[in-house]
């Protein structure tokens, strides 16, 4: 495997990585060229610079991962990567220090006019009560986002002995009471009572503009406002006015709407006091070795098997919701892939039960896991990244459902698939709390390990049965390592099903002669591709 790292990012990466992978080490390039050499990599690692479009993605076709050495994604296109299957992780936690003191720095340098001052002592002069300043103790600071950099911003403020506002609609008022800050549910509510601002929020369409003309008029006059989160989330050109009118005596800006490209940014030309810096919230020499590590590892780790702890296109699968249910994923997919080999016609709904144990938990990983197997009996490439989105795109609708119906397992799933034609019902639990077993295949209870191969015989419940389809797989030089013989769940008991394990593939011509044996109908080959 080879992995190309780019946009300097600390070599300490490449060690993490060499174990697993063959590391090449190259300076940030332009699109055309990285689409020239990014078909030999199974995985990108990149920091700002890089633009990871669509047609860089499109020409990766071996990438299965892409790592942003940072917490922002922006630069990386996550719709075409979560369509092509490649997951896109981050280092949510790697910067969190340094981005939340290059906050408190910026909010000193506009309360005690830092930058003003320095080039005016610079420049031989004595200007004391020109850049007299004013205190942090006793002022309100409100902070937009409470996340790990707002949380931690919001310590640091305290510290200083000012008053914590907090708006985020994503955070109770509990945790922000606990934090030592007052929770404001409304935003119209908040602007009126801060005298700094900062702002903690991931760019969308939500937060774009969400500081402007109409909400900085909201605002007390001499307010002093905060930006290292990301660019356009303050509006330039109405901070600028605003600044040059007086009602915002300061500001502190630390990214732009158009990066790196800043040359027509409006604050460049604005009188009065601001502080623009390039970027520089995560540039400490600790934050860059930490995001590099924490991506490096995600990267090793996904190459050699295993998940990545911050991906940012398959949050179901994030550790902590995986963790719990981990020990379902195998039979999850295997009950969806069986269900699917076993349907006719095209799906419309897929119908999730959980029960016993599964029922108290959050059982998203699931639903990705069997959606992965339905859909990898009828697609290629399918992977636990791009699952939800070909499944949303086909208009399958997922229904999922906790029951308190006592069960006979400690935890069972089970998934009903409708389609156009029939629908079909595969149960999966585990037995002594680690062996997976398929229980039930519609009306009938079983129990039989999920492998590769396998055979499913329905059949007249009538003697020599068994024998004759055992005499056609053995003519065949195919060799039963299982089976498990049933009677459908009805009073007359004239139906029975044949699940067995087999060691190889069956062809058609097989599968033929089984169907012609008197007495069974409609047979199945299933080839679980979970199990390779």
Same mark, same amino acid.
Request: aromatic letters at 2%.
């Given at each position: 495997m080879k992995v190309l790292i780019t946009d300097k990012i600390n070599e300490t990466a490449g060690s993490i990585i060499s174990p697993a992978a063959d590391v090449d080490f190259l300076p940030t390039m332009p699109e055309e060229e990285l689409i020239k050499i990014i078909p030999q990599y199974d995985a990108l690692m990149v920091r700002s610079q890089t633009k990871v479009t669509a047609r860089i993605i499109e020409a %990766?076709?071996?990438?299965?991962?892409?790592? &942003? *050495?940072?917490?922002?994604? $922006?630069?990386? $296109?996550?719709d075409s990567a979560t369509q092509n299957g490649i997951i896109?992780?981050?280092?949510? $936690?790697?910067?969190?220090?340094? *981005?939340?003191?290059?906050?408190?720095?910026l909010m000193l340098a506009i309360a005690r006019n830092i930058v003003p001052a320095a080039v005016s002592t610079k420049e031989g002069k004595w200007e004391r009560s020109k850049f007299t300043g004013r205190e942090l103790y006793n002022k309100t600071l409100g902070i937009i986002g409470l996340g790990k950099i707002g949380s931690h911003v919001a310590e640091i403020a305290l510290a200083f002995g000012m008053k914590v506002v907090v708006y985020d609609p994503f955070t109770s008022k509990e945790v922000v009471e606990k934090l030592g800050g007052e929770y404001i549910a409304n935003l119209d509510n908040f602007w009126e009572r801060c005298d700094f601002i900062t702002v903690h929020v991931p760019k969308t369409k939500d937060t774009v503009n969400m500081i402007n003309k109409e909400t900085i008029a909201k605002m007390k006059t001499g307010v002093r406002l905060i930006n290292c989160a990301r660019g356009g989330i303050i509006n330039e050109q109405d901070l600028k006015d605003a600044i040059e009118s007086g009602k915002v005596a300061a500001a502190a800006i630390d990214v732009y709407e158009n990066e790196p490209n800043i040359e027509e940014c409006?604050?460049? @030309?604005c009188n009065g006091n601001i502080v623009l810096t390039p970027h520089l919230g995560a540039s400490t020499q600790e934050a860059q070795i930490n995001v590099a590590l924490d991506v490096a590892e995600q990267i090793k780790e996904v190459l050699t098997g295993g998940s990545a702890s911050s991906a940012v296109n398959i949050p179901s699968l994030r550790p902590d919701k995986l963790e719990p249910v981990k020990d379902y994923m195998q039979i999850a997919e295997n009950a969806?892939?069986?269900?699917?080999?076993?349907?006719?016609?095209? =799906?419309?709904?897929?119908?999730?039960?959980?029960?016993?144990?599964?029922?108290?938990? $959050?059982?998203?990983?699931?639903?990705?896991?069997?959606?992965?197997?339905?859909?990898?009996?009828?697609?290629? %490439?399918?992977?636990?990244?791009? *699952?939800?989105?070909?499944?949303?795109? &086909?208009?399958?609708?997922?229904?999922?459902?906790?029951?308190?119906?006592?069960?006979n397992f400690a935890g069972l799933l089970t998934v009903k698939l409708i389609t156009d034609k029939d629908s079909t019902v595969v149960a999966g639990a585990l037995v002594a709390k680690d062996i997976p077993r398929i229980v039930k295949i519609n009306d009938y209870e079983t129990s039989i390990?999920?492998?590769? @191969?396998?055979?499913? =015989?329905?059949?007249?419940?009538?003697?020599?049965?068994? *024998?004759?389809?055992?005499?056609?797989?053995?003519?065949?030089?195919?060799?039963?390592?299982?089976?498990?013989? =049933?009677q459908k769940n009805d009073k007359h008991e004239t139906e029975s099903i044949m699940v067995i394990n087999i060691d190889t593939g069956v062809n058609d011509n097989t599968l033929g002669e089984i169907n012609q044996i008197e007495g069974v109908h409609n047979s199945k080959y299933v080839n679980l591709t979970a199990q390779e």
């Open positions: %990766g076709k071996n990438l299965k991962i892409i790592g &942003r *050495a940072g917490v922002g994604v $922006d630069n990386i $296109d996550l896109v992780v981050n280092s949510p $936690d790697g910067n969190t220090i340094a *981005a939340a003191e290059h906050t408190a720095a409006p604050l460049i @030309h969806g892939e069986l269900a699917m080999q076993i349907s006719g016609g095209i =799906v419309k709904t897929i119908e999730i039960t959980v029960q016993g144990s599964l029922a108290s938990l $959050d059982i998203q990983p699931l639903e990705v896991a069997v959606l992965k197997g339905v859909l990898s009996s009828i697609l290629e %490439g399918v992977n636990y990244v791009n *699952a939800p989105f070909l499944a949303k795109k &086909r208009g399958i609708d997922i229904i999922s459902t906790r029951s308190n119906t006592k069960c390990r999920p492998q590769k @191969h396998m055979l499913l =015989v329905p059949h007249v419940n009538r003697p020599s049965m068994i *024998a004759q389809v055992a005499k056609v797989i053995g003519e065949n030089n195919i060799n039963i390592g299982s089976m498990n013989v =049933v």
